[in-house]
């Protein structure tokens, strides 16, 4: 996933090695959102960008962003191609 806000760009590379260590991690802590520390910006509590991956039937990764200016999350879920064996 590459995106560009602010004239910062983040890529987060969602390949089936990284989400396979992900989704561990994810089942360990007893969640279905595993936020991806490494991958977000979270220096602020009104400013951040926060990158996770969705656990469930469909593999997900999801984007939350908050920008000062604005009350509001701005949130998006997109479907990863793949599916992981058990």
């Excluded at 656990?55 to 479907?79: C, F, M, N, P, W």
Aim: glycine share 4%; net charge negative.
């Amino acid at each position: 996933m590459w995106y560009t806000i602010a004239g910062g760009t983040s890529i987060v590379n969602y390949e089936p090695l990284h989400v396979e260590r992900w989704v561990y991690q994810a089942r360990k802590q007893q969640t279905d959102e595993y936020l991806i520390t490494d991958h977000s910006w979270i220096y602020y509590e009104d400013t951040y960008i926060k990158n996770y991956l969705v656990l469930g039937e469909q593999l997900k990764a999801k984007v939350a962003v908050k920008v000062r200016s604005s009350a509001k999350v701005i949130t998006k879920e997109y479907d990863l191609p793949f599916t992981l064996d058990e």
